[in-house]
C-alpha cells in the first residue's frame, strides 16, 4: 500500500500542523473545500439573485396620508401615529421554506421612497422636478455616477414595470401615486426646508459650488440621516414590545405636565413616550400581520412539513409580538424584525446589527444546554439570516446608492473583541456565524473581527479561513486602537473603559460607542453589547483631497464645470511651505461651509423626521424620556468629516516638493499646465476605463508633456517606506486629525475624522483633473486611505504597512487598508497561519484595518467581459463585499488594477 | 521617534549585489519571510527561472512590451546610448535590436534615464550590508515568530563575503535564516557559510554527474560531497533537499530512488518537488537571451504526485510545491 506523507511524518514523529505551536482546530483539516449552504437557504439566495430590487408606494402612502391628516398635532406625535399607519398597512409576504420572516415591504428585496426626507430625486428623469434638482448643485454626485455600469443590478424598464432612479422597478400604475406623493411635499420635505435656510448661510455660495465640483460628495441631512452607526437589541430583548409599551405608559404618567427641572425640552417628553408607544403599537400590528399570513398559508397548505414550518412562524410572531423571545429562532427573529423596523423608519444605510453572536448568546447557550437545538440547525437559521440581510435595500438617489454605496447597506456583524470585564469575547455562536458566511456567502451581514491579541488562535485561524473563501469577509479591525479612540473621543460624555470595550463597526468602518446592558433570561444574567451612540459619518461627506490641491493650483477655479469656486488666492508660492498653508486655508473654508449647512440640514431633520424606533432602541432615550434630536442618546459626539484620496494627494505633494520646489526642475505653472492638458491623454470616460494603464494619448499630443508626466510617475511614492513621502502623510494625519476641534456639530460637539473611500474614490477622482502624482484626468484615486495608489507599492506588504503607520491611527475614526492576494499566497493550513502572522502584524504596528481580495485578477478581467457567468462571484472593494456585477465600472477596474501580492 | 539598535558610526560595511527583494514571502522557509535575491550563479540551468541573477554585474532589461517604439515612433534611447548598443529592429515583435554583446561591459546605462517608460530597467542595485539590516529590522516585525529572512539568487553564496557578513549580523539579532544553494562550493566556504544559516534548502537536480553537468553545466560530485558533509555534522541547522522536476531529465523513478538512497545513507529525510514553471520566460527575453524552455509545460501535478510517492514509498519526506510543513 501507497505511503502518505503524513505516514511518513508520523514515523518521524511530526505532524503537518507541528510547527503551528499546537494542534489546529479540527474542522480546519477538511476546511480547504468551500461548503455549500443548506438546501433551504441556498434556495432562498438564489431567489435573492434572481429577484431585482422593487419599489413600492405602500408604506409612503400611508405614512403621508396619516401625516397629512393630523396637521396641528405636536410633531413627534403625528410622526409616530405616520410610522404606526405604514407598518400597520406593509403587506406581508411569507415565501415557502423560510425560517425567518419579515422584510422592508411586501417584495422580497423591495424599499420605498420617503418623499418627505427628499421628493426631487427619485422622480423619473423626464420629470420637471429632476430637472429642476440637476440644476441645483447636489445632483452632481448622480451625473458621474453612472450606475451599474458593471453590468448587473439595474432594473430596465419592461412589461408593467417601470425604471426609476436608474435601479429600481415599480409597477406602472404606481408611478402616479409616487408623483402625487412627491408633489405633496415639494417645499416641505427635509431637503426643502433644510435648502431654504441653508441659504442663510453666508458661505453658502461656496457650499454650492463646492457640491458642483464634488469636492465634497454628498449633504448627509436629508441622504442617509441615520446610519453608520451600531443598533441596540436589548430593550425588546428584554422586556417584549408589552413591555415596552407599559414603559412608555409609565412615562406618560410620570412626565405629563411635569417639566423635572428642564426648562426647554423637559416638557417633551410626554409627547416622545405617546409617539414611541404608537410606532410600538404599528409594530406590534406588523409582527400580528405575519402571524395571520402565516395562518392563512397553514390552512391551505398541502405539504405536511410546510404546513407545520407556517404553524410554527405563526407561533412564534404572535409570541415575539408581545414578549421577550424564549429560544434562539424567536430571539433571531426578533433582532431581524427589529432590524427592519429601524431601516424602515427613515432612509438608512449601515445601520448595522453589531456584536450579535454575544447578543443572542442567552438563548444559544441555553437552548444547547438543554439541548433544544443543534448547531447544525444553529446554523441553517445563521445561513436564512444571511439571505435575508442581504435582501435589504435601500432607497436613495442614484448617487448616493451608486456613486458612494455600490449598492451596499453596510449589515455589519462585529465578532470578537473583549468582553466588558477584559476578556476575550468570542464565542462559539461567533464560529458558527464565520461558518454560515463560509456556507452561505452573501454581501449581508458583512463581517469584522475586532482583533486582539488576547483572542484565542483557534477563532482567528477561523476567521481567516472564512476570509480565505474569497468573500472578502472578515475585515479585520484594531480592537485596541478602536477602544483608545472611543476613550478619547467620548471621554468628555463620560465613557469609561468598561464600555468602552462595547463599542463595534457601525456601517463598513465607523467606530461606533457602544454601552453593556444587563440582560436576564430565565433568572440567569449575561451583560450584551449594543450601540449608544447617534449615526456617524454624519456632517461633511468626503472632502476629495485631490480636488482641494487641484484648487490651490487653479487659483480656485474648477475647469471641469467653469466656476469660481473656491475664493481667489491669488498668491505666487515661493516656497512648498506657503503652498501647502494655502492647501490647509482652502481646506478648512471647503470644511466650514459644510459643517454649518449641513447642521441646518440636520437641524430640520431631528425637528420634522425625528427618530422614533432608533429612539427606543438605544440607551437612553426611553429613561431620559428624549428622542435622538433631542439628544437621548448616551453618546452625540458623532459627526464627522470624512476625505478621499489622500494618497494621490500625498504623492502629488512630494512631487510639487521635490520636482518644482526642491529640484527646480520644473516650474509650477509648467507642472499646472502639464495637469490641465491631462499630460497630452485623453480623458477616461473616452476610453470607457478608469484605471491608469488604460488610457491614451490624444491624436494631436506631441509629446511635450512626456518628460514631465513620467518624472511624475518615476519619483517616490507612499507605500514604500520612504520617509520623505510618507512625512508628508504624516503631516497631513497631525493637522487633519486634530482639524475637527475647530467645528461645531448641531449637538454643540466637536468633530472628527473618518478616512475610508467607500466607492467615492471613483466618483471624485472623475470629477479631477490629472494630478502631480501622474493620475491622470478622471481616472480613479487610490482605494481606501491606506491602500498605497495601484502598481506604486513596489516593496512589498511590509513597506507598505511600515508607510500606512507612520502615524497614529487611533486619533481617526478609522483608517483603511485593502490588500489584494492571490490565491496561492495563502494556500493550506500554513497559508492560514501566514495570513494571520501579516494580519496581526499590521494590527501590533497599529493599523486600525486590514481587508483582503483573494482573487486572481484574470478572473475580475473575464467577469468584466462575461458577467453572466459570474453572477454570484464577490469583491471587497473599501470596507465591504459586494456583488462584482452590481458595482460601478470605474470600481471594477480600480479593483483589477489593485497590485496584487502573490507571495510565491 | 523610535531609536535604532544597531551601533552607531561607521562599521565595515561591505556591499552586495541584489537583484529582488520579495517581503512576505510564504514558500521559502518556515513562517513569512523577507526573500533576498543575490546576483552570480555557478551553475547555467537551462530552465532557470531568475536568468537576470546569472551573473554578477548590473545588467539591463530590455522590457519589450513597455517600449512604445512601434506604437508612437519613439527613440529617445537611441542616442543616447553611447555604445550605439540599440537600433530600430526589422523584427515582427521585437521593437529594438540591441547588441547585447555592447551592453555587456556598460556601467553608464544611459537607456535607463532616456526611455520614459521604465523599458529599460537595471537588474540588480548594489547594497551594503547595514542597508539591508535596516530593512530586515523593519520586516521583522510582520514575521511572527517563526519567520525571518531567506537568501535566494542566482545561488547566495557566490558572493560568499558579503553573505557572510549579513549572515552574522542576522545571528547577532537573533534573526532566523534560510538559504537557497546549489552546494556547487569549495567545502570550506560551504560549510563556514551554513555556520550562521538555520534552515537550508540544497538542490539537488540529478543523482548522475555526467547529465547534472549536461543541464547545468557542472557535475554533481561538490554537490554531494558537502551535503553529505552538511549532514554529518554538527550543524544545527535542517537541510531540506529540493529539486525542480524536469520533463525528460531528473523526473525518473530510477534518480528518484536514487535520489533516495543517498539521502539515507548521508541520513537525510526531506525533499521538496519543485513543479517546473515558464514564468521566466520574460525575463530571458529580457536579458537579450533565448529560453531553452519556452516551449516546455508546467509540471502536471499528476507527474508530481506520482514522483512523490515514488520518494514517499522509500521512507522520504518529500513535498510537492508549497505544500510543505513549514
Request: aromatic residues 10%; contains cysteine; proline residues 4%.
Amino acid at each position: 500500500m501507497a505511503r502518505k506523507l503524513v505516514d511518513v511524518l508520523e514515523e518521524q514523529g511530526m505532524s503537518l500542523n507541528l510547527q503551528a505551536g499546537g494542534e489546529a482546530p479540527k474542522e480546519m483539516v477538511d476546511r480547504e473545500v468551500k461548503e455549500g449552504a443548506t438546501e433551504r437557504a441556498a434556495k432562498l439566495k438564489d431567489i435573492y439573485l434572481q429577484t431585482l430590487s422593487s419599489v413600492t408606494c405602500e408604506f409612503p402612502y400611508w405614512y403621508n396620508r396619516v401625516f397629512q391628516a393630523n396637521e396641528g398635532d405636536i410633531m413627534e406625535v403625528r410622526r409616530g401615529r405616520a410610522l404606526k399607519a405604514g407598518f400597520e398597512h406593509l403587506t406581508p409576504s411569507i415565501y415557502p421554506g423560510e425560517l425567518l420572516v419579515g422584510a422592508k415591504t411586501q417584495y422580497y428585496r423591495g424599499s420605498f421612497p420617503m418623499p418627505w426626507l427628499s421628493e426631487g430625486f427619485f422622480m423619473a428623469k423626464e420629470d420637471e422636478l429632476y430637472q429642476a434638482a440637476l440644476a441645483s448643485g447636489s445632483a452632481s454626485a448622480d451625473q458621474v455616477s453612472a450606475y451599474g455600469a458593471g453590468g448587473g443590478n439595474v432594473t430596465e424598464s419592461f412589461g408593467n414595470v417601470v425604471s426609476i432612479a436608474g435601479k429600481y422597478g415599480i409597477r406602472k400604475d404606481e408611478v402616479r401615486v409616487l408623483t402625487k406623493l412627491a408633489r405633496e411635499w415639494v417645499g416641505k420635505s427635509v431637503d426643502d426646508v433644510g435648502h431654504r435656510y441653508e441659504q442663510m448661510v453666508p458661505e453658502y455660495p461656496i457650499k454650492e459650488a463646492v457640491m458642483r465640483s464634488l469636492i465634497c460628495m454628498f449633504d448627509s441631512g436629508y441622504t442617509l440621516p441615520q446610519g453608520r452607526e451600531v443598533i441596540n437589541y436589548f430593550y425588546p430583548l428584554q422586556y417584549g414590545y408589552d413591555g415596552l409599551i407599559k414603559m412608555c405608559e409609565e412615562g406618560i404618567a410620570e412626565t405629563a405636565g411635569r417639566p423635572d427641572g428642564d426648562g426647554i425640552i423637559g416638557m417633551s417628553r410626554l409627547y416622545f413616550y405617546e409617539a414611541v408607544k404608537l410606532v410600538l403599537e404599528g409594530i406590534q400590528t406588523w409582527h400580528l400581520h405575519y402571524a395571520d399570513e402565516a395562518k392563512r398559508l397553514a390552512a391551505t397548505e398541502k405539504n405536511a412539513k410546510q404546513k407545520k414550518e407556517y404553524e410554527e412562524i405563526a407561533e412564534i410572531m404572535e409570541h415575539i409580538a408581545h414578549k421577550q423571545p424564549r429560544n434562539f429562532r424567536e430571539a433571531l427573529q426578533m433582532i431581524y424584525m427589529v432590524h427592519m423596523a429601524s431601516v424602515n423608519e427613515d432612509a438608512i444605510s449601515g445601520m448595522s446589527p453589531g456584536r450579535i453572536g454575544q447578543v443572542l448568546w442567552p438563548w444559544f447557550e441555553q437552548d444547547m444546554e438543554a439541548g433544544r437545538i443543534t448547531e447544525a440547525e444553529v446554523l441553517e437559521l445563521l445561513e436564512c439570516y444571511r439571505v435575508k440581510m442581504t435582501c435589504i435595500d435601500c432607497f436613495a438617489s442614484m448617487g448616493v446608492v451608486g456613486g458612494v454605496l455600490s449598492g451596499n447597506t453596510f449589515n455589519n456583524v462585529c465578532l470578537g473583541g473583549l468582553t466588558r470585564d477584559g476578556q476575550p469575547a468570542a464565542n462559539r455562536l461567533e464560529m458558527l456565524l464565520l461558518e454560515a458566511g463560509m456556507t452561505c456567502q452573501t454581501t449581508q451581514p458583512t463581517l469584522s473581527v475586532l482583533y486582539d491579541d488576547k483572542l484565542p488562535e483557534e477563532f482567528l485561524l477561523k476567521a481567516v479561513e472564512c476570509e480565505k473563501s474569497g468573500t472578502g469577509y472578515p475585515a479585520w479591525m484594531n480592537n485596541r486602537g478602536g477602544i483608545e479612540f472611543i476613550m478619547k473621543n467620548y471621554g468628555p460624555e463620560g465613557m469609561n473603559l468598561e464600555d468602552a470595550r462595547a463599542f463595534s463597526i457601525g456601517g463598513c468602518l465607523e467606530t461606533s460607542p457602544g454601552i453593556w446592558k444587563e440582560l436576564e433570561l430565565n433568572g440567569k444574567k449575561y451583560w450584551i453589547p449594543g450601540g449608544a451612540g447617534q449615526p456617524t459619518s454624519v456632517g461633511v461627506h468626503f472632502i476629495s483631497n485631490p480636488k482641494v490641491l487641484e484648487m490651490v493650483l487653479t487659483n480656485g477655479y474648477d475647469r471641469r464645470i467653469d466656476l469660481q469656486v473656491l475664493p481667489p488666492h491669488n498668491k505666487t508660492f515661493k516656497t512648498y511651505e506657503e503652498l501647502y498653508e494655502q492647501f490647509l486655508e482652502y481646506y478648512d473654508i471647503v470644511i466650514d461651509c459644510l459643517v454649518t449647512t449641513n447642521n441646518i440640514q440636520h437641524d430640520v431633520w431631528r425637528k420634522h423626521n425625528m427618530s422614533l424606533v432608533n429612539s427606543f432602541l438605544k440607551p437612553d432615550c426611553l429613561a431620559k424620556g428624549q428622542h435622538i434630536g433631542n439628544m437621548g442618546y448616551r453618546y452625540n459626539a458623532t459627526y464627522n468629516i470624512e476625505d478621499t484620496g489622500t494618497i494621490n494627494m500625498v504623492n502629488s505633494l512630494y512631487n510639487i516638493k521635490k520636482l518644482v520646489f526642491e529640484d527646480k526642475k520644473y516650474t509650477l505653472e509648467e507642472l499646472t499646465d502639464a495637469l490641465i492638458n491631462n499630460f497630452g491623454f485623453k480623458n477616461a470616460d473616452e476610453i470607457g476605463s478608469f484605471s491608469l494603464e488604460a488610457q491614451e494619448k490624444r491624436d494631436d499630443d506631441d509629446g511635450r508633456y512626456d518628460q514631465i508626466h513620467a518624472d511624475c510617475l518615476r519619483s517616490f511614492k507612499y507605500g514604500n517606506d520612504i520617509p520623505e513621502v510618507d512625512g508628508i502623510l504624516a503631516e497631513f494625519e497631525d493637522w487633519y486629525c486634530g482639524c475637527g476641534d475647530k467645528y461645531e456639530s448641531l449637538y454643540a460637539k466637536p468633530f472628527y475624522v473618518c478616512q475610508m473611500s467607500v466607492s467615492t474614490h471613483a466618483p471624485q477622482g472623475a470629477a479631477t483633473l490629472a494630478s502631480a502624482d501622474g493620475r491622470l484626468s478622471g481616472t480613479t484615486f487610490a482605494d481606501a486611505s491606506m491602500s498605497a495608489y495601484p502598481g506604486t507599492d513596489r516593496n512589498g506588504a511590509y513597506a507598505l504597512f511600515e508607510s500606512a503607520t507612520c502615524w497614529d491611527h487611533s486619533r481617526s475614526q478609522n483608517s483603511q487598508m485593502n490588500l489584494k492576494l492571490h490565491p496561492n499566497a495563502v494556500k493550506g493550513i500554513e497559508g492560514s497561519k501566514k495570513l494571520l502572522d501579516l494580519t496581526r502584524s499590521y494590527m501590533r504596528k497599529g493599523g486600525f484595518h486590514i481587508q483582503f481580495n483573494i482573487v486572481d485578477s484574470k478572473v475580475l478581467k473575464d467577469a468584466q467581459k462575461h458577467p453572466n457567468n459570474y453572477r454570484d462571484l464577490l469583491v471587497r472593494v473599501a470596507g465591504f463585499t459586494q456583488y462584482w456585477v452590481e458595482i460601478g465600472k470605474p470600481i471594477q477596474d480600480e479593483v483589477v488594477a489593485r497590485t496584487e501580492y502573490e507571495g510565491v | 521617534m523610535a531609536r535604532s539598535l544597531s551601533p552607531i558610526g561607521v562599521q565595515q560595511d561591505l556591499s552586495g549585489r541584489i537583484f529582488d527583494i520579495q517581503s512576505y514571502s510564504v514558500h521559502d522557509g518556515p513562517g513569512c519571510r523577507t526573500l533576498v535575491f543575490l546576483s552570480g550563479c555557478p551553475l547555467r540551468c537551462e530552465w532557470c527561472a531568475n536568468p537576470e541573477g546569472l551573473e554578477n554585474r548590473v545588467r539591463t532589461l530590455f522590457r519589450v512590451m513597455k517600449c512604445i517604439n512601434r506604437t508612437q515612433d519613439c527613440t529617445r534611447c537611441i542616442p543616447k546610448c553611447p555604445h550605439q548598443a540599440i537600433s530600430i529592429s526589422d523584427e515582427k515583435e521585437i521593437p529594438l535590436a540591441i547588441d547585447w554583446e555592447k551592453c555587456r561591459h556598460c556601467e553608464s546605462h544611459e537607456c535607463v534615464d532616456a526611455c520614459l517608460q521604465e523599458a529599460f530597467v537595471p537588474a540588480s542595485r548594489d547594497m551594503k550590508v547595514s542597508e539591508l539590516m535596516k530593512i530586515f529590522d523593519r520586516d521583522r516585525h510582520y514575521w511572527s515568530g517563526k519567520g525571518g529572512a531567506t537568501f535566494s539568487g542566482g545561488d547566495p553564496m557566490y558572493q560568499k563575503d558579503f553573505l557572510q557578513a549579513v549572515l552574522k549580523e542576522c545571528r547577532n539579532a537573533y534573526i532566523h535564516t534560510a538559504i537557497e544553494t546549489s552546494g556547487f562550493f569549495p567545502q570550506e566556504t560551504y560549510l563556514t557559510t551554513m555556520k550562521y544559516v538555520d534552515f537550508a534548502f540544497n538542490d539537488l537536480k540529478h543523482m548522475d554527474s555526467d547529465k547534472h553537468k549536461e543541464k547545468t553545466g557542472v557535475p554533481n560530485e561538490l554537490i554531494l560531497a558537502n551535503i553529505a558533509a552538511l549532514a554529518q555534522s554538527d550543524w544545527p541547522g535542517r537541510l531540506v533537499l529540493r529539486s525542480p522536476v524536469i520533463e525528460g531529465f531528473n523526473d525518473s523513478k530510477e534518480n528518484m530512488a536514487a535520489i533516495a538512497e543517498f539521502m539515507h545513507s548521508v541520513g537525510l529525510t526531506e525533499f521538496n518537488l519543485l513543479p517546473f514553471h515558464r514564468l521566466g520566460d520574460s525575463k530571458w527575453k529580457s536579458c537579450g537571451m533565448v529560453y531553452p524552455y519556452s516551449m516546455y509545460e508546467a509540471t502536471p501535478p499528476e507527474k508530481l504526485e506520482a514522483l512523490q510517492k515514488v520518494l514517499l514509498d522509500l521512507g522520504i519526506k518529500a513535498y510537492v510545491g508549497s505544500d510543505t510543513p513549514f
